[in-house]
């Protein structure tokens, strides 16, 4: 079997499907927030990290205005090549999620599957968030979804799943390789086992993601004032149910708003 090691976002047309597939429960949410907890009316979006653009499309075909920025360029061709070929203007631009600044500011943000814990350090973290508030009107939004590491129980070790487009099916699998709660890192292992009509083939990566207990990062959103917790939710998605983080949540969805 073919075996390519190297970066799975400069693969966007696999990563779109493994992270696409099924949005449904997010763009769900997503408006559910904008009705519940914004203080403004939502027209314009903005999300650091859009990677392939799998729900600004989806949110542009719901007549918002959309734009996002990635780090990786692969990516960023991929999601305004959709964008365009829709319709839409191209919205996505290469940047770094811990230093931009947008000409114009926008309604609300989100980052919704983990990108946020790809800033090294609490400095960063706390960069992107006052770049989010300089982006975001006043009584705007900002969706920050992502894994706790729990105080309490075993912390959730490995994910697998499946996802398939017409011919094209790929297998995901997950794992962590090593976790160093001192030095607050996860290095983690992901496998792509790819399904085409006449190929088989995996892509393995490892990345880095920094660890969040609650506390820690209740304590990073107190250093940035411009920001206030108004929801926590789960990654169920369920609008009408907030969840009280413990000691062994894992998954959480902080609703913040533009003081």
Known sequence: ??????????????????????????????????????????????????????????????????????????????????????????????????????????DAGFNLINSFRHLASDAQALSHLECMAASISKGGLYLLAMHLSPTKGDPIETESWSARRGNLAVNTHMWIINRDTKKRNEHIGITFDIYTPLRHFKINDTMDYRTYTAKQMEKLIARAPNWEIVGVHDFTYDIDEQIDIGPETEDVVYVLRKR
Request: glycine letters at 8%; one cysteine or more; charged letters at 25%.
């Open 1 to 106: 079997m073919e075996i390519l090691t190297g970066s799975l976002y400069d693969y966007p047309k696999y990563y779109d499907l493994v992270f696409g597939s099924d949005c449904q429960s997010e763009l769900e949410f997503l408006n559910g927030t904008f009705e519940k907890y914004a203080k403004r009316k939502v027209k314009k979006l903005f999300e650091p990290a859009c990677g392939t653009g799998r729900l600004l499309i989806r949110l542009a075909q719901q007549e918002f205005q959309v734009s996002g920025l990635d780090l990786n360029p692969h990516a960023v061709d991929f999601c305004n090549q959709r964008l365009v070929k829709r319709g839409f203007p191209a919205g996505a631009f290469v940047g770094d999620m811990a230093d931009f600044q947008l000409k114009k500011r926008v």
